[in-house]
Structures are given as structure tokens and as C-alpha cells.
């Protein structure tokens, strides 16, 4: 028995039916993506920013930069900077939820640990907020990649949020995405810092038989810590 016509006709029609165009959240996404091509972390920066346009342009905001758009349209290959507090960024970023100036300010708050690092004013404060509502309560601490035995010369990066001594003069320090970092209770060797949080940038890396070792960039010296 043959198919009525009408049901051919409307399988060719829904057949012609072009895909639902992305959201201009996800063209963002894609686009801060493609930075990561992108050497120094400071044109990162821009071409993250840069990559924002879809979005602002749907919102009916004035445009990005012409740098930025330049950079996010054919970000130059380069060896990236800064690796670790690029993916705290994206991981942040993904988590913004919405379409609207909501999610575009979560998108902005999200590169705060760049801006903490090059030592750019912070990110205006709702849109800090907005990142941070979107986050969970706190950032899971990441043991730095390397060798358990032998340890690793290279590790995270990142400028401090914030810090804070114990009675006995051990430290914890939260970096700028989020993680949580403890003295050992076995280290004997006790900071004296006394400059302002995002004065200093540590570097955390793996040390022999498992360690973990914190150093403050510009000081000598190691201090053994711990996932807080």
C-alpha cells in the first residue's frame, strides 16, 4: 500500500529544516577556546575577552577592542603561559549559566585569577560575584603533576587570594581560583609576610617521595604543604 503524498512531503520538509543556530554563549565558549593557541598570557587575556563579542552583540553592548577582536579572530600559535590559571579560567567560565548580561558578567568574573596574576585591577565586583555564585563552595586543591619519586621542575602558578598563621605560625593560603593550601604540620620553616595577599605568587610543584612544595616567587626558600 502506498504512503500518502502529504507524509513524503513532510519528511522532505523536516528534512530541509537547517540546524538550530548556536547560542551566542556557546560562540563565546568556542571562541575562548581558541585563544588558547595564544603564547604570552596578557594576549590571552584580550582574546578571551575578545571572544565575548557574540554575546555582547546580541545583547546590544558596545564592541570589543579592535585588538581583541583581532586576537580572537586569529589568535597567533605561541607557547602558552600560565597553563594552570588559563584552565581554572575556562573550568569557571563553563560553569556561568544563563544567556543574558548574567551570564556575560560570570564570563568576565571568571578571568579574575589572570587579571590577579598579570597584576590587573580585579574584575569589577558583581561580575566577581556572579563567577562566584556559579562555582562551587570551594575549589577542590589539584596535586601538581610529576614523578612521585622524583618530583617535577615545573608547577602551578598562581597569586594568592588570601592567607592566614595558625597559633604555632603555620600558614594556609587560598589561591586566586580557589584552592586551599596548608603548611605541614613538619615544616619548621614559618613565612613572614605582612604585604598584601595579592602581593605575592607562589609556585607549587612536586617535591621528592611524594612532597608538595610551595615557593614564593622573588623569595628563597621552600615551604612543604598540603591540600587544604
Not at 589568535?75 to 603561559?81: H, I, M, S, Y
Not at 573550568?91 to 597584576?119: N, S, T
Not at 614523578?147 to 600558614?171: I, N, P, V
Not at 603548611?183 to 613565612?191: I, L, W
Request: charged share 15%; net charge positive; proline share 8%.
Amino acid at each position: 500500500m502506498r504512503k500518502p503524498c502529504w507524509l513524503l512531503l513532510s519528511g522532505l520538509a523536516v528534512a530541509a529544516i537547517p540546524p538550530a543556530q548556536a547560542r551566542p554563549r556557546d560562540d563565546v565558549m568556542a571562541g575562548a577556546y581558541r585563544c588558547g593557541a595564544i603564547g604570552p598570557s596578557r594576549q590571552w587575556l584580550d582574546c578571551y575577552y575578545g571572544a565575548a563579542q557574540p554575546i555582547r552583540a546580541a545583547l546590544g553592548l558596545t564592541p570589543v577592542t579592535g585588538v581583541q577582536s583581532r586576537l580572537a579572530g586569529n589568535p597567533p600559535a605561541g607557547t602558552p603561559q600560565d597553563q594552570a590559571v588559563r584552565d581554572a579560567v575556562i573550568r569557571e567560565a563553563g560553569r556561568c549559566d544563563g544567556d543574558g548580561h548574567g551570564w556575560l558578567d560570570c564570563y568576565y568574573g571568571a578571568a579574575q585569577p589572570m587579571r590577579l596574576l598579570l597584576g590587573l585591577a580585579p574584575a569589577p565586583q558583581h561580575a566577581q560575584q556572579a563567577a562566584a555564585a556559579a562555582s562551587p563552595a570551594g575549589a577542590a586543591a589539584e596535586l601538581p603533576s610529576g614523578s612521585w619519586f622524583l618530583g617535577a621542575r615545573e608547577g602551578l602558578k598562581a597569586r594568592l587570594r588570601s592567607y592566614s598563621q595558625d597559633a604555632s605560625g603555620r600558614f594556609t593560603v587560598t589561591l586566586a581560583d580557589g584552592q586551599v593550601w596548608r603548611q605541614m604540620p613538619g615544616d619548621v620553616r614559618y613565612p613572614h609576610w605582612n604585604k598584601p595577599a595579592e602581593s605575592y605568587v607562589v609556585i607549587i610543584s612536586r617535591g621528592i617521595l611524594g612532597t608538595i612544595n610551595l615557593v614564593v616567587q622573588g623569595e628563597t626558600g621552600l615551604y612543604k604543604v598540603q591540600p587544604g
